[in-house]
């Protein structure tokens, strides 16, 4: 009973359905997040560094600030790997048998993809200003421009892919929550039955069709010597 439709996903135990896995709109989200993050880090670590003809070291292109081109390089390779992480997740997420073990899984997507969604909100502000106040005096040729774009343009595309991501990992827990509750709270019945104390049938609270308790009648039946005792009419 633990796993039957708890958070989202069918009973521990049944066959994986690649199919009906990558029509999930949690898995449409984490793939198109996974190929952003790609891009960002494509488009910064290739052409986001760059030097001029009187210079020999490269710089960062966006305002030679080079704390933005490791932030957006570290937020795309860090965003591509959790991308894997939580995709692998999916994958196992209906063999876990425990309801308290897949609460747990999708709390840890809530916080995770809300945490993502405002660091790529972040780095979507801090790449579009440093690109704002690039001088053109620093790259004539507009070398990376492209890229530099691209990146911004995508930071921006990632802060809803994953807020998405938080959004539906919120619908799997309120709907895990009211499915779960019956799996949580169930305790059985012969174990109930076995711890109560045994209670005779027939006991001193029992009245008798009379009205009487049991033993009055008993003692007005009888007169304690065997006979029965004399009706007056």
Request: glycine letters at 12%.
């Given at each position: 009973?633990d796993g039957?439709?708890?958070?989202?996903?069918?009973?521990?135990?049944?066959?994986?359905?690649?199919?009906?896995?990558?029509?999930?709109?949690?898995?449409?989200?984490?793939?198109?997040?996974?190929?952003?993050?790609?891009?960002?880090?494509?488009?910064?670590?290739?052409?986001?560094?760059?030097?001029?003809?009187?210079?020999?070291?490269?710089?960062?292109?966006?305002?030679?600030?080079?704390?933005?081109?490791?932030?957006?390089?570290?937020?795309?390779?860090?965003?591509?790997?959790?991308?894997?992480?939580f995709l692998?997740?999916?994958?196992?997420?209906?063999?876990?048998?425990?309801?308290?073990?897949?609460?747990?899984?999708?709390?840890?997507?809530i916080g995770?993809?809300?945490?993502?969604?405002?660091?790529?909100?972040?780095?979507?502000?801090?790449?579009?200003?440093?690109?704002?106040?690039?001088?053109?005096?620093?790259?004539?040729?507009?070398?990376?421009?492209?890229?530099?774009?691209?990146?911004?343009?995508?930071?921006?595309?990632?802060?809803?892919?994953?807020?998405?991501?938080?959004?539906?990992?919120?619908?799997?827990?309120?709907?895990?929550?009211?499915?779960?509750?019956?799996?949580?709270?169930?305790?059985?019945?012969?174990?109930?039955?076995?711890?109560?104390?045994?209670?005779?049938?027939?006991?001193?609270?029992?009245?008798?069709?009379?009205?009487?308790?049991?033993?009055?009648?008993?003692?007005?039946?009888?007169?304690?010597?065997?006979?029965?005792?004399?009706?007056?009419?």
């Amino acid at each position: 009973m633990d796993g039957m439709q708890a958070y989202g996903a069918g009973k521990a135990g049944g066959a994986f359905d690649p199919v009906t896995f990558l029509q999930q709109p949690q898995t449409v989200l984490r793939i198109v997040s996974w190929l952003f993050s790609i891009v960002i880090f494509g488009c910064i670590a290739n052409e986001g560094y760059i030097n001029s003809p009187r210079e020999v070291e490269e710089y960062c292109i966006f305002n030679r600030n080079q704390n933005a081109c490791n932030y957006g390089v570290f937020m795309g390779s860090m965003a591509f790997l959790c991308c894997v992480a939580f995709l692998a997740l999916d994958v196992y997420f209906p063999q876990i048998t425990s309801v308290k073990d897949r609460k747990k899984a999708v709390l840890a997507d809530i916080g995770v993809s809300a945490f993502w969604s405002f660091m790529w909100f972040v780095g979507f502000c801090f790449l579009a200003n440093q690109w704002q106040m690039a001088k053109q005096e620093d790259n004539p040729l507009g070398e990376g421009g492209d890229a530099a774009r691209a990146a911004i343009t995508f930071s921006f595309f990632s802060i809803f892919t994953w807020a998405g991501q938080s959004f539906l990992a919120f619908q799997r827990y309120k709907l895990g929550a009211d499915s779960a509750l019956f799996s949580q709270d169930y305790t059985d019945p012969s174990q109930d039955a076995a711890g109560a104390p045994y209670t005779s049938f027939g006991g001193d609270d029992m009245e008798s069709p009379g009205g009487g308790g049991g033993q009055a009648n008993s003692d007005g039946a009888f007169d304690g010597t065997g006979g029965y005792q004399r009706q007056d009419y």
